[in-house]
């Protein structure tokens, strides 16, 4: 009963590197996507798919890339990093776009920081 | 454009007493509403929804909360706090629009004081 899983946990680059952050689901969902949370601020929406391969994005999408190649994965990719990316990262699935009253099924988060 | 206002970053309560969580929102379509809880160090879980069948909504953990149109408000209450209720509450509100928006408040922690 895996639902929504995040690798890594942690992660620490330094500016300048980059990296990708995994997220798979298991249960089948159409729709995906990237959260940042930071302090104060609520979750602000990075990118999101409607499905394999179909991406837009979201409230704050600078400095990151996404790619939807199967149902099951949609990972985050940090060409260079900077410390304004310094956040704890979600993922988040629901069964179907274009369903309000759905609720979104979350990961546990990624914490990065960027020296 | 929908938002969501959740006044109280931090509220303290005692075990036992009557939690009360504010969340108003605007949307310019009937909405759809969620409380979300995170726990330290995990993801949000879902508590509630709100989708129009009725305006007093009964969640887990003993949580509700009362969809209010005339208010725009959709407030989440506990008559009793509990010391496991410690925890982030994040209150949001979804609509359609080709694909599932979703725009999240700011978020209430809840200290629960033994």
């Known amino acids: 009963n895996a639902g929504v899983t995040q690798t890594p946990k942690f992660q620490v680059l330094k500016t300048g590197q980059s990296m990708t952050l995994q997220c798979a689901q298991d249960?089948?969902?159409?729709?995906m996507s990237w959260y940042r949370q930071d302090p104060g601020m609520g979750l602000r929406l990075i990118h999101y798919?409607?499905?394999?391969?179909?991406?837009d994005q979201g409230e704050v999408p600078n400095g990151y890339n996404v790619s939807r190649s199967t149902t099951e994965d949609f990972p985050l990719r940090l060409l260079s990093a900077a410390p304004s990316q310094t956040s704890v990262y979600f993922c988040?699935?629901?069964?179907?776009?274009?369903?309000?009253?759905?609720?979104?099924?979350f990961g546990n988060g990624t914490r990065l920081t960027v020296t | 454009a929908q938002s969501v206002t959740q006044l109280g970053s931090h509220v303290s309560v005692s075990e036992g007493a009557l939690v009360l969580l504010r969340c108003n929102y605007s949307?310019?379509?009937?909405?759809?509403l969620f409380w979300y809880v995170q726990y330290p160090n995990q993801g949000l879980q879902l508590l509630l929804k709100?989708?129009?069948?009725?305006?007093l909504v009964k969640g887990i953990n003993g949580f509700e909360a009362e969809f209010k149109k005339s208010e725009t408000s959709f407030h989440l209450t506990k008559p009793s706090a509990h010391m496991s209720d410690a925890a982030e509450y994040f209150c949001?509100?979804?609509?359609?629009?080709?694909?599932?928006?979703?725009?999240f408040g700011t978020g209430t922690k809840l200290q629960v004081i033994p």
């Open positions: 949307s310019s379509v009937p909405p759809y």
């Open positions: 988040a699935s629901t069964p179907s776009q274009g369903q309000p009253s759905s609720p979104l099924h």
């Open positions: 798919s409607v499905g394999a391969g179909i991406t």
């Open positions: 949001a509100v979804s609509e359609s629009g080709g694909y599932q928006k979703v725009t």
């Open positions: 249960m089948n969902h159409e729709y």
């Open positions: 709100y989708t129009s069948a009725a305006t």
